[in-house]
């Protein structure tokens, strides 16, 4: 079938979409499939649980609409309770909660999920609903802005970019590196910039302990 010749059968087609005994069959198929979630993108309007406590959620936004059968756009509702992703292995993780505003995805689980939602453990499905708007998900960082604080891999360095403070706690640090500073760097209550030592006596002696 030439090009031409398939253009001309798909308009058919398109156009007696419902006439005749299967495509009414077709319809009824495309009315269930269109109520099932499969991904959607979403915007952040509600978190809870954040920073040092277990994974918490967020209630999203839909941010495509729906239209009716006169072209007119009608906005989808909020979305409550989908648990966020955060970058996790064991007790180790790499904390970044979502914000009010952000876009992220939500995907939603075949099953309901709400019992594990709960328990945060295997469990049995809440309900027989399936691909439910109920059973979301999210996982952020689409098509948001440029970040203020981040952590960048350049590919020939990394950078480390905060408004804030940058604290390290840990038993021990080591840098097989230089280190260059345009601010001072204190020892306890000694600063590099601004100690004095005392007994200092001319000749060839040397000073006594920085303070």
Not at 140 to 149: A, D, H, K
Request: glycine share 12%.
């Amino acid at each position: 079938m030439s090009g031409a010749d398939q253009s001309a059968y798909l308009g058919q087609a398109q156009a007696s979409d419902t006439t005749g005994h299967v495509n009414p069959v077709l319809f009824a198929i495309r009315q269930q499939m269109a109520r099932m979630a499969g991904a959607m993108l979403v915007q952040v309007k509600a978190v809870s649980a954040t920073g040092l406590e277990p994974v918490g959620f967020v209630d999203a936004l839909p941010m495509v609409h729906q239209v009716n059968g006169r072209g007119m756009p009608t906005p989808m509702p909020m979305i409550y309770n989908l648990p966020y992703l955060r970058l996790q292995g064991g007790q180790s993780a790499v904390i970044v909660d979502p914000a009010i505003d952000d876009i992220g995805l939500a995907v939603f689980a075949s099953r309901d999920i709400s019992n594990i939602k709960q328990v945060r453990a295997p469990s049995s499905p809440g309900s027989h609903r399936i691909h439910s708007w109920s059973d979301g998900l999210y996982i952020g960082g689409f098509l948001n802005g440029i970040p203020e604080e981040y952590i960048w891999l350049t590919g020939s360095g990394v950078k480390v970019q905060t408004k804030g403070e940058f604290s390290v706690s840990a038993s021990k640090a080591t840098f097989n590196c230089d280190i260059t500073t345009s601010g001072d760097v204190k020892a306890g209550s000694i600063s590099l910039m601004e100690h004095t030592h005392p007994g200092v006596q001319p000749g060839n002696g040397t000073t006594g302990t920085a303070e």
